[in-house]
């Protein structure tokens, strides 16, 4: 350990200049006192920070209202967020590297580091994910200042329709599925854009709207269904809802039937990215003309957590906190916001079930290497800070697939049109006009 990792083995001791001011701080703080207003909160409850090694935390006590902090020992704690000297020193970096953006990104998931660890009560720190993770943001921001981010700009006008249509899918049946439309070309000339798990298809306003794109494609954006604003398909119970490859790959096969699109490039990001390469695999069936994954692989396989599916957690707040910091830390905070926003407001079992596809119910290792790139290429896209899926994975598939493409995708992470749309839409060109040329 160097003498400059050595030095954060005493968080309060490194902090201290922080922390004499971090209370007047959090008081004033919108946000956090959003998270702790709730007459539900009957008696304080304390959750500790600390380095690995070390008896000396920083204690946050929550009520009613606010958020008090302090320094003390762990064992007056509910559960202590702990990890290595070095690792807090890369989290209070004004702008960290991947994956020290956000203490979920420390703890990792595939790429789980050593050292990290939640002491105490697991559900306590499943219960107060939002307001541990608000209250690290304030200890960040006021030790070095704020991440500086990119701004989106203000529009006054949108570009965007909606209407529903009737489609029916494997394993699913019928459903009434929404679905929105943007852009000036053809039906031979179309993309489609896939949500993430437990989202909708409002990730892609930002994409849709955007001048380049609009005179470059014909734009479809759908809710996959019991999503967003689809309907809950047929024989839908509540809780119940699962995703396979053979649903997936069969709704959006179903609904480029309904559109009469011909060979539309099929884009999507996280278990979307997944199933693109199902699409390409499968190509004939869907009659795509290529694909985009993004933040995608050919297997991902990780130890299933059931907080987003629990009687004990309110999954309003424990799912979207568990995605915010996938996220690039540079990305404009209201678009961070909204994918909070999104990711708090779908139905519940929604979020576990599609992700019964993306840990493991796709396996796509015995498939790429006949991925046919000529009839349809693949462009694989990767944001840099995404640590559920990191670009070392997605250029590990890509390297089996003849003739297929990949790109890091720099300052984005795991919802890479959602976080930057103007960014994110150089790189989709890109990945477009690779497609077009190799078609032609």
């Given at each position: 350990?160097?003498?400059?990792?050595?030095?954060?083995?005493?968080?309060?001791?490194?902090l201290?200049s922080?922390?004499?001011?971090?209370?007047?701080?959090?008081?004033?703080?919108?946000?956090?006192?959003?998270?702790?207003?709730?007459?539900?909160?009957?008696?304080?409850?304390?959750?500790?920070?600390?380095?690995?090694g070390?008896?000396?935390?920083?204690?946050?006590?929550?009520?009613?209202?606010?958020?008090?902090?302090?320094?003390?020992?762990?064992?007056?704690?509910?559960?202590?967020?702990?990890?290595?000297?070095?690792?807090?020193?890369?989290?209070?970096?004004?702008t960290?590297?991947?994956p020290?953006?956000?203490?979920?990104?420390?703890?990792?998931?595939?790429?789980?580091?050593?050292?990290?660890?939640?002491?105490?009560s697991?559900?306590g720190?499943?219960?107060?994910?939002?307001?541990?993770?608000?209250?690290?943001?304030?200890?960040?921001?006021?030790h070095?200042?704020?991440?500086?981010?990119?701004?989106?700009?203000?529009?006054?006008?949108?570009?965007?329709?909606?209407?529903?249509?009737?489609?029916?899918?494997?394993?699913?049946?019928?459903?009434?599925?929404?679905?929105?439309?943007?852009?000036?070309?053809?039906?031979?000339?179309?993309?489609?854009?896939?949500?993430?798990?437990?989202?909708?298809?409002?990730?892609?306003?930002?994409?849709?709207?955007?001048?380049?794109?609009?005179?470059?494609?014909?734009m479809?954006a759908?809710?996959?269904?019991?999503?967003?604003?689809?309907?809950?398909y047929?024989?839908?119970?509540?809780?119940?809802?699962?995703?396979?490859?053979?649903?997936?790959?069969?709704?959006?096969?179903?609904l480029?039937?309904?559109l009469?699109?011909?060979?539309?490039?099929?884009?999507?990001?996280?278990?979307?990215?997944?199933?693109?390469?199902?699409?390409a695999?499968?190509?004939?069936?869907?009659?795509a003309?290529?694909?985009?994954?993004?933040?995608?692989?050919?297997?991902?396989?990780?130890?299933?957590?059931?907080?987003?599916?629990?009687?004990?957690?309110?999954?309003?707040?424990?799912?979207?906190?568990?995605?915010?910091?996938?996220?690039s830390?540079?990305?404009?905070?209201?678009?961070?916001?909204?994918?909070?926003?999104?990711?708090?407001?779908?139905?519940?079992?929604?979020?576990?079930?599609?992700?019964?596809?993306?840990?493991?119910?796709?396996?796509?290792?015995?498939?790429?290497?006949?991925?046919?790139?000529?009839?349809?290429?693949?462009?694989?896209?990767?944001?840099?800070?995404?640590?559920?899926?990191?670009?070392a994975?997605?250029?590990?598939?890509?390297?089996?697939?003849?003739?297929?493409?990949?790109?890091?995708?720099?300052?984005l992470?795991?919802?890479?049109?959602?976080?930057?749309?103007?960014?994110?839409?150089g790189?989709?060109?890109?990945?477009?006009?690779?497609?077009?040329?190799?078609?032609q």
């Open positions: 350990m160097t003498g400059s990792a050595h030095a954060w083995t005493d968080l309060p001791q490194q201290s922080s922390l004499s001011k971090i209370n007047s701080i959090a008081k004033d703080d919108g946000q956090l006192k959003a998270f702790t207003t709730s007459n539900a909160i009957d008696k304080p409850e304390t959750f500790g920070i600390k380095a690995a070390s008896n000396n935390a920083i204690l946050v006590k929550v009520s009613n209202g606010k958020a008090e902090i302090t320094t003390g020992s762990p064992d007056q704690a509910l559960f202590t967020l702990s990890a290595l000297p070095e690792q807090w020193e890369n989290f209070f970096k004004q960290p590297e991947a020290y953006q956000s203490y979920w990104g420390m703890f990792g998931m595939n790429i789980k580091q050593e050292g990290i660890e939640v002491l105490g697991q559900d720190f499943a219960h107060w994910t939002h307001v541990w993770r608000r209250v690290l943001e304030i200890l960040h921001d006021a070095v200042g704020e991440t500086p981010a990119d701004t989106e700009p203000e529009v006054d006008e949108d570009h965007i329709v909606g209407r529903y249509v009737y489609i029916k899918a494997p394993v699913w049946g019928r459903c009434k599925v929404f679905y929105e439309q943007s852009g000036t070309g053809d039906l031979s000339n179309t993309i489609v854009f896939l949500h993430t798990a437990g989202s909708d298809g409002r990730q892609y306003h930002g994409v849709l709207n955007d001048e380049r794109m609009r005179k470059k494609m014909n479809i759908f809710d996959l269904p019991a999503h967003g604003r689809s309907f809950p047929e024989g839908y119970w509540p809780g119940m809802h699962t995703n396979t490859e053979d649903s997936y790959v069969g709704c959006i096969a179903a480029v039937k309904k009469g699109l011909k060979k539309p490039i099929i884009c999507g990001a996280s278990m979307a990215g997944q199933v693109c390469l199902a699409v695999a499968r190509a004939d069936e869907v009659g003309g290529g694909t985009i994954p993004l933040q995608g692989s050919d297997y991902l396989n990780m130890e299933r957590q059931w907080y987003d599916r629990s009687p004990y957690v309110n999954q309003s707040l424990f799912n979207p906190e568990w995605v915010y910091g996938m996220m830390p540079t990305a404009p905070l209201v678009n961070r916001q909204l994918i909070w926003h999104l990711y708090s407001a779908q139905a519940y079992g929604i979020f576990h079930g599609d992700l019964d596809f993306y840990f493991g119910g796709w396996d796509g290792r015995s498939r790429m290497a006949g991925v046919d790139t000529k009839k349809c290429p693949v462009y694989m896209l990767t944001g840099e800070y995404d640590w559920s899926n990191t670009p994975m997605s250029q590990a598939t890509c390297d089996k697939i003849p003739g297929g493409k990949h790109q890091a995708m720099k300052g992470g795991h919802f890479p049109a959602t976080e930057n749309p103007k960014v994110f839409v790189y989709v060109i890109e990945a477009i006009d690779h497609i077009q040329k190799t078609r």
